[in-house]
């Protein structure tokens, strides 16, 4: 099952419709500290981030569900929409790790500056050793994508609760 493309319409559908739900909640999240995210640059990057995360899902997703795909095909969505996603996620993130911490404002904890990154650029690589397994039809296939989209899930939904919960105390 790993290597065919059709038994995994049912779960890519899921994932669209789910990623679809969340990426709307995360906007009206976001909307809701609005003033507050635009003051921050840091968390104009995390709400973009988020949104990048969520709409990864909905787009690898939706080319897992194109009917009648050749697998090397597949295959070679999954890797460019991959190296897509790790280059936005890394320039995303570069201040996060080049700013010097502001010793009047108390900036995030070094050890969730490191998950955020993992989440994120996890993500795209864990979207990457799918497709190239699956290209292989050796090492996992597809099943290396549900963990992208949970990587992806959580990743998104931290910084969401941050700009949501964290911003205001």
Do not use: C
């Amino acid at each position: 099952m790993a290597y065919r493309i059709g038994e995994w319409e049912s779960f890519a559908l899921a994932q669209v419709g789910a990623s679809a739900a969340l990426l709307g909640l995360v906007f009206v999240g976001i909307s809701i500290n609005l003033r507050d995210i635009i003051g921050s640059g840091s968390l104009v990057h995390r709400a973009l981030e988020a949104v990048i995360l969520l709409g990864s899902v909905l787009v690898t997703a939706t080319v897992v569900l194109v009917p009648g795909q050749r697998r090397d095909v597949l295959s070679t969505e999954l890797i460019l929409l991959a190296v897509a996603l790790f280059a936005i996620v890394f320039y995303i993130q570069r201040d996060a790790f080049a700013q010097p911490p502001d010793p009047g404002k108390p900036g995030p904890p070094r050890g969730s500056l490191v998950i955020r990154r993992a989440l994120g650029l996890g993500t795209a690589a864990l979207v990457a050793v799918a497709g190239i397994t699956l290209a292989a039809q050796a090492g996992g296939g597809l099943y290396w994508y549900p963990a992208a989209v949970l990587a992806a899930y959580v990743g998104a939904l931290t910084n969401a609760w941050i700009l949501l919960i964290e911003i205001l105390r």
